[in-house]
């Protein structure tokens, strides 16, 4: 089930200040913790056992924006190897292991991530919607000092289909709508990196924000995105009022 990181928070004491902005959506990977190489080196050390090993081409072309379910069992498909259940559940857990052995010293937030989740708590529910697993996201969240700012996490033990599926947005949706009763998707904000993750907030019928982090301009329009900038140090409170308001 979906947890509530907090009831209350010192986050979004206040009037909001702007009620057009009913909703703010933040991906993990990659918009607020720059770790996908943790993540990369992840995979291919569980693998690697298995004969199997995923260059960063590959990785950045099929697997990034898949949570870990979707990348081992597509790897060992395409690798003529089973994907059952088990299987897959113990490459998930030796996985979790070994990035957070290495996050413990190597986890890299991203400039005004911290920052950011404060002004837009301050103006609306936070919601984070990842295909991280939930201690990943909690635990950087505590590193941040930010972790009374979001309402509540969906993660990927959440969901049965990773993005670019929007079942993890939807459940997001379903959340804001529990706290706040109507919510207009499109008055809702996603903060995203990943082609993926554009397509998956786009079909709930959110409004994305997409951060240059991982792919470049023109592949982020392409999948959806209403708005893109280089980097979420270029983001802020007003940024995301504006863009509900559009």
Partial sequence: MFRSTANTSTCDKGPMTAPALEGVLFDFNGVLVDDEHLHFEGFNAVLAPLGIALSMREYEDVYLGFDDRGV????????????????????IDAKAKVYAARAATELKVFDNAAALLREAAAR???????????????????????????????????VSACKPDPEGYVAGLALL??????VEPARCVV???STAGVQAARAAGLTVLAVAHSYGREALVAAGAHAVFEALRDVHGATLEALAAR
């Fill in 177 to 182: 709508r529990a706290w706040a009763g109507r």
């Fill in 124 to 158: 609306a529910p936070v919601v984070i919607v990842s295909g991280a697993l939930r201690a990943e996201i909690e635990g950087a969240l505590a590193v941040m000092g930010a972790r009374d700012c979001v309402r509540a996490i969906v993660a990927a033990e959440d």
């Fill in 72 to 91: 081992f069992e597509t790897a060992l498909r395409a690798h003529q190897r089973a994907a059952d259940g088990d299987t897959v559940r113990a490459l």
């Fill in 191 to 193: 903060i995203e990196d």
